[in-house]
Antibody
Framework: QVQLVESGGGLVKPGGSLRLSCAAS????????MTWIRQAPGKGLEWVSY????????YYADSVKGRFTISRDNAKNSLYLQMNSLRAEDTAVYYC??????????????WGQGTLVTVSS | SYVLTQPPSASVAPGQTARITCEGY??????VHWYQQKPGQAPVLVVH???DRPSGIPERFSGSNSGNTATLTISRVEAGDEADFYC???????????FGGGTKLTVL
C-alpha cells in the first residue's frame, strides 16, 4: 500500500540544524510532486515546501525561505528537508505528503505519520 | 495568500448530521479538499474536488461548494468521527496550498 514514513525529528537548540527524511513506498515516487507540511502544537496545518517530481522546481513558504531546503532522491524513493537556523517557532510536527494533481486542483494524499521537531534551549 | 475561514468548533449528537463550513471569497470557483485529523494521528483526505470521496471513505462524508462557502457534511455521525477537520484549496496565483484554520468536531 502507499506509505510515507518520516524520520529525523528531535530536540535542537535555536540556530541549529536538522535534516528530515521521508521514505516512500507503494507508488512510483518519481511521478509525483512531494510536500512538507507542519503543525505547531495545538495549531493548524501550515504548508512548508514542495518539490517537483524531477526536482527541478522547489517552492517555499515565506516563513522558511532561505533557511530550509527541500530535496529528493528518486533512486532511493526519498524526500528530505534540510532545516537550518532553526527558531522556536519552527517547533512542530512535520508531515510529508504526496501531492495529487488534477489541474488546476491539487490535494495531498497520503500523509506520513509525522516527525516532531522541537527547537528549544 | 487566500484566506479560508472555518468555525473553531462544532458539535453534534450521534446519529445526527454535522455540517462544517469553509468560507472564502468566491471559493465556489475553486476546488476544495477536506482532511480529517483524529487526535494524535496524521490528517487523512476525506473529500477532494468539492465532493469526491477517496476509496475507503464512507458515503456518510460528502461535500458541496458554492458562492463563498464550501461545506463538509457528515451524515449519521458516529463517536469515531470526532476529529479536527481542515479545508484546503490551491492558490493558483501564488502556486501554493492554503488551509483553513480547522474545526474541532465534538460528538456529544
Amino acid at each position: 500500500q502507499v506509505q510515507l514514513v518520516e524520520s529525523g525529528g528531535g530536540l535542537v537548540k535555536p540556530g541549529g540544524s536538522l535534516r528530515l527524511s521521508c521514505a516512500a513506498s507503494g507508488f512510483t515516487f518519481s511521478d509525483y510532486y512531494m510536500t512538507w507540511i507542519r503543525q505547531a502544537p495545538g495549531k493548524g496545518l501550515e504548508w512548508v515546501s514542495y518539490i517537483s517530481s524531477g526536482a527541478s522546481t522547489t517552492y517555499y513558504a515565506d516563513s522558511v525561505k532561505g533557511r530550509f531546503t527541500i530535496s529528493r532522491d528518486n533512486a532511493k524513493n526519498s524526500l528530505y528537508l534540510q532545516m537550518n537556523s532553526l527558531r522556536a517557532e519552527d517547533t512542530a510536527v512535520y508531515y510529508c505528503a504526496r501531492r495529487v494533481a488534477d489541474y488546476p486542483s491539487n490535494w495531498f494524499d497520503p500523509w506520513g505519520q509525522g516527525t516532531l521537531v522541537t527547537v528549544s534551549s | 495568500s487566500y484566506v479560508l475561514t472555518q468555525p473553531p468548533s462544532a458539535s453534534v449528537a450521534p446519529g445526527q448530521t454535522a455540517r462544517i463550513t469553509c468560507e472564502g471569497y468566491n471559493v465556489g470557483s475553486k476546488s476544495v479538499h477536506w482532511y480529517q485529523q483524529k487526535p494524535g494521528q496524521a490528517p487523512v483526505l476525506v473529500v477532494h474536488d468539492d465532493s469526491d470521496r477517496p476509496s475507503g471513505i464512507p458515503e456518510r462524508f460528502s461535500g458541496s461548494n458554492s458562492g463563498n462557502t464550501a461545506t463538509l457534511t457528515i451524515s449519521r455521525v458516529e463517536a469515531g468521527d470526532e476529529a479536527d477537520f481542515y479545508c484546503q484549496v490551491w492558490d493558483s496565483s501564488s502556486d501554493h496550498p492554503d488551509f483553513g484554520g480547522g474545526t474541532k468536531l465534538t460528538v456529544l
